[in-house]
């Protein structure tokens, strides 16, 4: 039996690779990669490296075995055909007879387009009968705090989110929660819908940002066509762009505040501050 790990030199992979590095035995691990030269470190440590790409079915041939408690990490390929590779994975856990497989979706709550492929993968995974978890994370922190450099530049926080509030935590955070169903027992078919304890506005993470820079930073809000334009101007695909806009409309809408406490419960321990992980970017 091995714990195996999709997209695992990832963001997100790294941190639950890590994670699970204290808690069990490497040779009980598995990262499934891609590159094996970026999983070189774990190789080292005597971390089993397979890889295989979402987008190459039979690359997934006989690399899971029974008993295997596997996470799908999904897919970062927006506008692709992700549900199409998230389903190679499912196929091939589901045929080798696993005991979990835990896959990292979008909040419930969520309506945004960016869902649309977490909600199709989750039919069907469910279906497929194999023992499951949706794991239904939230907003990074990251995903404001590692794009500081315009911010910085320009003192503003541009948003299409209005007063919309967003419950985010880091990917620490959530890989925590993964490693707990991973490595503990009971979560079969259950679905944990994961965020931070504390929800906050894109105005006081400007007032943040001010407070620990020593300048004044402020929240200028837009449409979400003119993000979308701004996004794009900036070298992000038009599709991605209008995805992500997408989002800042359903922060308004108040989509992504989860107060269910899932999060810190399966973590152990309270989740990190926005504040500290504004800390550690502004160090970083």
Do not use: C
């Amino acid at each position: 039996m091995s714990i195996v790990v999709t997209g695992a030199t990832g963001h997100l992979g790294r941190h639950v690779v890590e994670q699970l590095l204290e808690k069990v035995p490497a040779e009980q691990v598995t990262a499934v990669v891609r590159d094996a030269r970026k999983a070189a470190d774990l190789a080292d440590r005597g971390v089993r490296i397979a890889v295989a790409d979402y987008s190459a079915p039979e690359t997934f041939d006989g690399l899971f075995a029974a008993g295997d408690k596997v996470l799908l990490i999904s897919g970062n390929e927006v506008g692709g055909d992700r549900v199409g590779q998230h389903r190679t994975v499912i196929d091939a856990a589901k045929a080798a007879g696993v005991a979990l497989l835990a896959y990292t979706s979008a909040p419930g709550s969520l309506t945004a387009a960016l869902a649309d492929d977490h909600r199709a993968t989750e039919e069907i995974l469910v279906g497929a009968g194999a023992p499951y978890v949706l794991l239904r994370n939230g907003w990074y922190h990251e995903n404001y705090t590692e794009n500081l450099a315009p911010v910085l530049a320009h003192h503003a926080v541009l948003a299409a989110a209005g007063e919309g509030r967003v419950s985010s935590a880091s990917r620490a955070d959530y890989a925590a929660a993964a490693v707990a169903v991973l490595t503990g027992e009971g979560h079969e078919n259950r679905t944990y819908e994961l965020g931070g304890d504390e929800a906050w506005s894109l105005a006081e993470y400007a007032a943040e940002l001010s407070r620990q820079t020593g300048e004044q930073i402020v929240y200028t809000q837009v449409t979400p066509e003119a993000l979308t334009g701004i996004l794009a101007g900036a070298g992000v695909p038009e599709p991605v762009a209008a995805v992500l806009a997408g989002v800042d409309a359903s922060i308004e809408k108040g989509e992504l505040v989860v107060d269910s406490g899932d999060l810190s419960r399966l973590a152990g321990r309270p989740t990190t501050p926005l504040a500290e992980a504004v800390t550690a970017a502004l160090k970083g």
